[in-house]
Nanobody, 125 residues
Framework: VQLQASGGGLVQPGDSLRLSCAAS???????IGWFRQAPGKEREGVSC????????FYGESVKGRFTISGDNAKNIMYLQMNNLKPEDTAVYSC????????????????????WGQGTLVTVSS
């Protein structure tokens, strides 16, 4: 069972990046979530997508700029990040959950069962 996040890098404000999260060894997860953690800050839920019906959720700070999508055939989830800002700088990790605990809990990290290793996104001029 493995989640592999990739696609991070150093970009300038206003640029775009697409992160990928490849799941291997299991396919019966219910939801994939993206979280981020900046230095000195708590982990923050960025977005999640339901594998069964494609429902998506976003954190307030990224709404309108980030888009989550999935390719179930390839078991890869994507996070398209546009108009990046310096405050988006963080280590981004993807996580998978076998169960759904309601739309109000999508960003509760303790409810996710598996975690990838994270990819660093740095937004700086």
């Amino acid at each position: 069972v493995q989640l592999q996040a990739s696609g991070g890098g150093l970009v300038q404000p206003g640029d775009s990046l697409r992160l990928s999260c490849a799941a291997s060894g299991f396919t019966n997860y219910y939801v994939i979530g993206w979280f981020r953690q900046a230095p000195g800050k708590e982990r923050e839920g960025v977005s999640c997508i339901s594998r069964s019906d494609g429902r998506t959720f976003y954190g307030e700070s990224v709404k309108g700029r980030f888009t989550i999508s999935g390719d179930n055939a390839k078991n890869i989830m994507y996070l398209q990040m546009n108009n990046l800002k310096p405050e988006d700088t963080a280590v981004y990790s993807c996580a998978a959950a076998y169960n759904w605990y309601g739309s109000g809990n999508w960003d509760v990290s303790s409810l996710y069962d598996f975690w990838g290793q994270g990819t660093l996104v740095t937004v700086s001029s």
